[in-house]
């Protein structure tokens, strides 16, 4: 079992930056890939950014450039920096993290772009 707590989303005007944070709690030992995705009203959830145990990173083509992902295995916390944001960039942001066996999810955190 693993717990995902969410943090730093927030309300801001186009060209402004956040940083989200997501720390992981219980059985983190098995913690491989942890990353972000997000979902805005009537689409599919996508993929923002992940980060593997080696350093491995992927990011979604219209955040490159602008957002970063970082991790800190001994606090088992994952973080993204989200710099010159975009109203497209609104949406519920969902901290995920891989472990053995399935998949766990954060409870997301609303990020609202403004023009």
């Known amino acids: 079992q693993v717990e995902l707590v969410e943090s730093g989303g927030g309300l801001v005007q186009a060209g402004g930056s956040l940083r989200l944070s997501c720390a992981a709690s219980?059985?983190?030992?098995?913690?491989?890939?942890m990353g972000w995705y997000r979902q805005a009203p009537g689409k599919q959830r996508e993929l923002v950014a992940t980060?593997?145990?080696?350093?491995?990173?992927i990011y979604e083509d219209s955040v490159k450039g602008r957002f970063t992902i970082s991790r800190d295995n001994a606090k088992n916390s994952v973080a993204l920096q989200m710099n010159n944001l975009k109203p497209e960039d609104t949406a519920v942001y969902y901290c995920a993290v891989r472990g053995r066996f399935r998949v766990y999810w954060g409870q997301g955190t609303q990020v609202t772009v403004s023009s």
């Open positions: 219980g059985s983190t030992f098995s913690i491989d890939a």
């Open positions: 980060i593997t145990s080696s350093a491995r990173i």
